[in-house]
């Protein structure tokens, strides 16, 4: 009984530290009293700017990493056709209608891409929320997750530093720095 409420707290913590950032967690008392199996997993709460791709691959990424943890999840068709939009206004019916113990939502408040010619900056901020039946929060995790690179940060390895700038220009950096948060 005490390994499955390790279990569930912990999900979310090695979910984010997985990068190396420091994430901060927050546990509802009612946290214990609630043991999701059954997890929906909302669509993405993002900025406009972001492109779907780079969406569909953090979803991709949270769905495998939530499975990975052993929960069972609703199939994202069922939830896409539920969900018209990112605040799914409709959420109550995946609780009621599909069994679904829990609600997970990642939100996404910030994504900065700065490519200044000798260097890049880029960083994802979001949090990430467990809500319950009654639409309480029962646990979420703030995270950031950076990484910069290029001639500017590598200053005595130039070939390493005009290698990540000219990589940085693509999706795998993006999707790199995803894996990460």
């Not at 700017?49 to 499975?67: F, G, P, S, V, W």
């Not at 539920?82 to 019916?93: F, G, K, L, P, T």
């Not at 996404?108 to 929320?129: H, K, P």
């Not at 290029?150 to 000219?166: L, N």
């Amino acid at each position: 009984m005490n390994v499955q409420r390790l279990s569930a707290a912990l999900f979310f913590f090695v979910l984010v530290t997985s990068g190396g950032c420091g994430p901060t967690l927050h546990l509802s008392p009612s946290f214990e009293k609630v043991k999701p199996v059954r997890l929906a997993v909302l669509p993405i709460k993002h900025p406009e700017t972001l492109r779907q791709q780079r969406i569909a691959y953090l979803e991709n990424t949270l769905l495998l990493a939530l499975k990975n943890e052993g929960y069972s999840l609703l199939d994202p068709a069922i939830v896409q056709r539920v969900c018209q939009s990112d605040e799914c206004e409709e959420r109550s019916a995946l609780l009621t209608d599909f069994d679904a113990d829990a609600l997970v939502q990642l939100d996404l408040n910030d994504i900065i891409r700065s490519n200044f010619g000798l260097g890049y900056y880029n960083t994802i901020v979001g949090t990430l929320r467990l809500n319950g039946p009654q639409g309480t929060t029962l646990a979420s995790v703030q995270h950031q997750e950076s990484e910069r690179g290029g001639i500017v940060f590598d200053s005595g390895q130039v070939i390493q530093g005009i290698r990540e700038q000219i990589e940085n220009n693509g999706d795998e950096a993006f999707n790199s720095l995803a894996q990460k948060f």
